[in-house]
């Protein structure tokens, strides 16, 4: 079992930086693929990124690439999500979440919208941008 606990989410302006942190805790050896998810009100929840291992194999949604930056220090157990320029569209809950068993570099990439494919869940930071 992995424990995953976010935080960091908080209310910015357009155009401001933030960054969400999640904490992983338990069984996290075979959680070798990591992903942030992000829900807004009335809208379906979406892939952000995803990362593999120690920083590699780095997926991204069109609508944050060249803003958001995902990683991971596997010593602390901690995934990170690094948010700049944010935008008003960018205001959602956003979620961490783990495999259960490894998978591929490639796996992990080719699943950065597949909620499916991740096991466990945190109950997600909150993050508000207003204009």
């Known amino acids: 079992q992995v424990k995953l606990v976010e935080s960091g989410g908080d209310s910015v302006q357009t155009g401001g930086s933030l960054r969400v942190s999640c904490l992983a805790s338990?069984?996290?050896?075979?959680?070798?693929?990591m992903a942030w998810f992000r829900q807004a009100p009335g809208k379906k929840r979406e892939g952000v990124a995803t990362?593999?291992?120690?920083?590699?194999?780095?997926f991204y949604a069109d609508s944050v690439k060249g803003r958001f930056t995902i990683s991971r220090d596997i010593a602390k157990n901690t995934l990170y999500l690094e948010m700049n320029n944010l935008k008003p569209e960018d205001s959602a809950m956003y979620y961490c979440?783990?495999?259960?068993?490894?998978?591929?570099?490639?796996?992990?990439?080719?699943?950065?919208?597949?909620?499916?494919?991740?096991?466990?869940w945190g109950q997600g930071t909150q993050v508000t941008v207003s204009s």
């Open positions: 990362i593999y291992n120690s920083n590699m194999f780095p």
């Open positions: 338990g069984s996290t050896y075979s959680s070798n693929c």
């Open positions: 979440a783990a495999v259960e068993r490894p998978i591929s570099g490639g796996a992990c990439q080719r699943n950065g919208n597949n909620q499916g494919a991740f096991r466990y």
